[in-house]
């Protein structure tokens, strides 16, 4: 179909060495029809989020091209940081934007799986909508026990790739993929150090420990800020909106007599989600997005 658009959020392993981030996210401002729209690198996470779209042969083709510069430089072997990984390029997610439907998506990223497998060595699992196995749709199944656990766990039947062989590559690890909905990569930082709480913390808001639905999060421990944090994965905002999760956490902390300090969007986020938070806290009544200019005058665009 003519005018197909795609988004992806590809996550790289390095957060600490800007040579390497820069060679990395070259491909994405060189390659006619893919738009690099946002790129962060954290140190404490010691990942790279970008975030590109546009056309998915171009997309697809910078991809490929920034993952062998990633395995190039990335060694896992030597690798730390406090964010869960399992490779050099830990995860691709590809996101329907425009004339695509997420079917189309889904078939895109198996493909995909199977081009970047011969073209990198790397095992390649899929997820979210591309899952090939019900309990894979969950990015923290694939990722359980992290890179150091997969390594030694690979050959076990239940932990085999579905592209590639049944083994890590010996410096770039595994690699997932697959078709999602929108996520929004949204932290709340905290002020006090004591990582037992934030884990805690974070405990009560996740869904797979009894929190919100559509929210992933884990509590770690920020070293080079002196500052705990609420790492999450909103992949539905619309059922659960930034300022209801912000506001539990608020709630939680409260008791053990902590403050939130800040909170961060990591990489992109729907004007929509923005708008929703903005709202709530303002207290607007049947605010609309039609009522923010540039987003209306986008729309008559």
């Known amino acids: 179909m003519a005018g197909e658009l795609i988004e992806c959020v590809p996550n790289f392993s390095e957060g600490r060495r800007l040579e ?7 491909p994405f401002r060189k390659e006619r029809g893919c738009v690099l729209l946002d790129y962060r690198a954290d140190p404490d996470h010691n990942r790279l989020v970008v975030t590109i779209a546009g056309e998915p042969k171009a997309v697809q083709q910078a991809l490929l091209e920034a993952s062998l510069r990633a395995v190039k430089n990335i060694n896992m072997e030597n690798h730390r940081g406090s964010h869960p990984r399992i490779g050099a390029v830990d995860v691709i997610p590809f996101v329907p934007l425009r004339n695509i439907s997420m079917m189309k998506c889904v078939e895109l990223s198996l493909n995909f799986g199977r081009v970047f497998n011969q073209q990198t060595g790397i095992p390649v699992y899929f997820y979210e909508e591309s899952a090939q196995r019900p309990e894979r749709r969950r990015l923290e199944v ?8 997969l390594k030694a766990e690979v050959k076990k039947p239940e932990r085999h790739p579905d592209i590639g062989k049944t083994e890590l590559h010996p410096t770039a690890g595994a690699t997932v993929i697959g078709a999602r909905k929108f996520l929004i990569a949204y932290n709340v930082n905290l ?5 037992e709480v934030v884990k805690f913390i974070a405990k009560a808001v996740r869904a797979s420990s009894g929190g919100f639905c559509n929210v992933k999060g884990i509590g770690i421990y920020l070293k080079e800020r002196g500052i705990t944090q609420v790492s999450m994965n909103i992949t539905d905002f ?11 956490i608020r709630v939680e902390a409260k008791r053990w007599g902590i403050q939130v300090l800040e909170t961060e969007v990591y990489g992109m986020i729907p004007a929509a989600a923005i708008v929703e938070s903005l709202s709530y806290y303002l207290q607007i009544k049947d605010f609309s997005p039609d009522q923010v200019i540039e987003l209306r005058l986008l729309d008559l665009i």
């Open 238 to 248: 619309e059922r659960n909106p930034l300022y209801r999760v912000t506001e539990l």
């Open 142 to 149: 694939i990722r359980k026990g992290q890179y150091e656990t």
């Open 191 to 195: 002020d006090t150090e004591n990582e």
């Open 20 to 26: 390497v981030i820069e060679e990395i996210i070259a």
